[in-house]
């Protein structure tokens, strides 16, 4: 079992930036991958981006790759999506999720196993 918390998000101006945490607790955090994910009202949930179990590789989504940065510190079991640049577009209740594969498909919601509450961050125009 797997539990995850997000923080940090919150209502910033287009340009302006904001950093996601996600806590999580149970199984050993450095034993598996972390995906971000998004979901805008009306819209389906989307890949934002993800990191594997060392943090050694990141993954992104096109729209937001250059202005997002995933990292992770096993030490604090902790995730983090550094968001700049923010657009408009970028609304949308975020959420992190952990990916127990031996082999993870990164992209894909099916393939996560274990998901947070979600953080909403609206950006302004």
């Known amino acids: 079992q797997v539990q995850l918390v997000e923080s940090g998000g919150g209502l910033v101006q287009a340009g302006g930036s904001l950093k996601l945490s996600c806590a999580a607790s149970?199984?050993?955090?450095?034993?598996?991958?972390m995906g971000w994910f998004r979901q805008a009202p009306g819209k389906e949930r989307e890949f934002v981006g993800a990191i594997n179990w060392s943090g050694a590789n990141t993954y992104y989504a096109d729209s937001v790759k250059g202005r997002f940065t995933i990292s992770r510190d096993n030490a604090k079991n902790t995730v983090y999506l550094q968001m700049n640049s923010l657009k408009p577009e970028d609304t949308a209740v975020y959420y992190c999720?952990?990916?127990?594969?031996?082999?993870?498909?990164?992209?894909?919601?099916?393939?996560?196993?274990?998901w947070g509450q979600g953080t909403q961050v609206t950006v302004s125009s």
């Open positions: 999720a952990a990916n127990l594969r031996f082999r993870p498909q990164y992209q894909f919601l099916d393939e996560y196993d274990y």
């Open positions: 149970g199984r050993t955090f450095s034993t598996y991958a």
